[in-house]
């Protein structure tokens, strides 16, 4: 089992910034990637970013390339999400995000594959 917590939320002005960290306790060496989510009011949860924890090739939503930067700290146990440039529509609940199955490039944003969630952290950006 992998537990995650997530911290970091908060209220920002557009074009502000937020970094968001997420350490992972419990069985962590089974972990081949995490990522983050996020889930805006009255829509789907969706793919925001993931890194492989071996390697740390990492992954982006397109929404959020070129702002956002994923990172991990093996040592720690802990990933990270700096976001740049945040706009309203950044306005979510962030989740973080374990997996421990064998991953392929086209698995990492599918939520499926990720068996591991924290409790999440709300970001809110004002416009």
């Known amino acids: 089992q992998v537990q995650l917590v997530e911290s970091g939320g908060g209220l920002v002005q557009a074009g502000g910034s937020l970094r968001l960290s997420c350490a992972a306790s419990?069985?962590?060496?089974?972990?081949?990637?995490m990522g983050w989510f996020r889930q805006a009011p009255g829509k789907q949860r969706e793919f925001v970013a993931a890194?492989?924890?071996?390697?740390?090739?990492?992954y982006y939503a397109d929404s959020v390339k070129g702002r956002f930067t994923i990172s991990r700290d093996n040592a720690k146990n802990t990933v990270y999400l700096q976001m740049n440039s945040l706009k309203p529509e950044g306005t979510a609940v962030y989740y973080c995000?374990?997996?421990?199955?064998?991953?392929?490039?086209?698995?990492?944003?599918?939520?499926?594959?990720?068996?591991?969630w924290g409790q999440g952290t709300q970001v809110t950006v004002s416009s």
């Open positions: 995000a374990a997996r421990r199955s064998i991953i392929t490039s086209a698995t990492m944003a599918i939520q499926y594959f990720y068996d591991a």
């Open positions: 419990g069985s962590t060496f089974s972990i081949t990637a």
């Open positions: 890194i492989r924890w071996s390697g740390g090739s990492t």
